[in-house]
């Protein structure tokens, strides 16, 4: 007889999703506390990439209402999957994954934010290419602190210039800055790369009217970036489990 192979991006059970989430929810409230900060001052991003869209859709019956896509097919097959479910609540929807230029309609026409801007011609796009009807797309700008000459991310004076330029773009609110650390760092040299966005989203804070989003921590260190003064985690494995 042939065996159904386990799918690994199923979660266990509905009840494990459910424990995952109050679990997390309760460590991201507690690092808030740590800090003299209160727990809706950290959002928090539920990351479903390679997840489906039935385990999205369990996940926004237990209250999760903000997911994150890195892939743009399978975000905006998810997001047209959930849309239809009148049941659910209103689902907010960000992309967060490296963004090609010829995949910029499709961000534009389904997606609330977008995280990992790094480049003036497609932000230009994105602004040319949102939908009338929608309201504007949210955008972060994604920053390289670390330097790795391997990973995305702008440096810090090329986001301050992306901030001038992106904040004259009709269509787009610029909310912040967004970092993906590398990983491994020692516990030292990752404080201080949150605490150098820290510094950014300040002195962008002081520039811009709009930006209230410093989006750093994800499920191995999520509550060192809040005690670092993240105010929007993206935590994907620590919620759905590992993915394959
Ligand atoms: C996958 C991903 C995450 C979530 O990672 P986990 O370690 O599973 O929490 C967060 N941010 C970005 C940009 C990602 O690509």
């Not at 955008?139 to 000459?149: C, F, G, R, Y």
């Not at 001038?164 to 800055?177: E, F, K, Q, S, T």
């Not at 509550?223 to 394959?244: D, K, L, N, P, Y």
Request: some cysteine; proline content about 6%; hydrophobic content about 40%.
């Amino acid at each position: 007889m042939p065996v159904t192979p386990p799918d690994a991006q199923e979660p266990d059970t509905p009840d494990a999703l459910q424990m995952r989430l109050a679990e997390v929810k309760s460590r991201v409230a507690a690092a808030a506390f740590t800090s003299g900060r209160s727990p809706e001052s950290v959002r928090l991003l539920a990351v479903s990439k390679t997840f489906g869209a039935p385990i999205v859709a369990q996940a926004a019956r237990l209250g999760q209402t903000c997911f994150g896509e890195n892939y743009v097919q399978e975000g905006v097959a998810k997001i047209q999957a959930l849309s239809q479910q009148s049941h659910l609540p209103k689902l907010e929807w960000h992309f967060i994954g490296p963004i090609q230029s010829n995949k910029t309609r499709l961000i534009a026409e389904h997606f609330d934010w977008v995280q990992s801007l790094e480049r003036l011609s497609v932000a230009q796009r994105l602004s040319n290419q949102r939908p009338p009807n929608l309201p504007d797309l949210q955008v972060l700008i994604q920053v390289n602190i670390s330097a790795e000459p391997s990973k995305s991310g702008v440096t810090v004076q090329e986001a301050l210039d992306l901030a001038g330029a992106v904040a004259n773009l009709p269509r787009l609110c610029l909310r912040g800055i967004m970092a993906i650390p590398q990983a491994g760092m020692s516990d030292q040299a990752q404080q201080a790369c949150f605490g150098q966005m820290q510094q950014l989203w300040q002195t962008l804070k002081q520039q811009f009217a709009r930006v209230d989003t410093l989006s750093m921590g994800m499920s191995a260190d999520f509550e060192q970036a809040i005690a670092a003064g993240s105010t929007m985690v993206r935590v994907g494995s620590a919620i759905f489990g590992e993915r394959t």
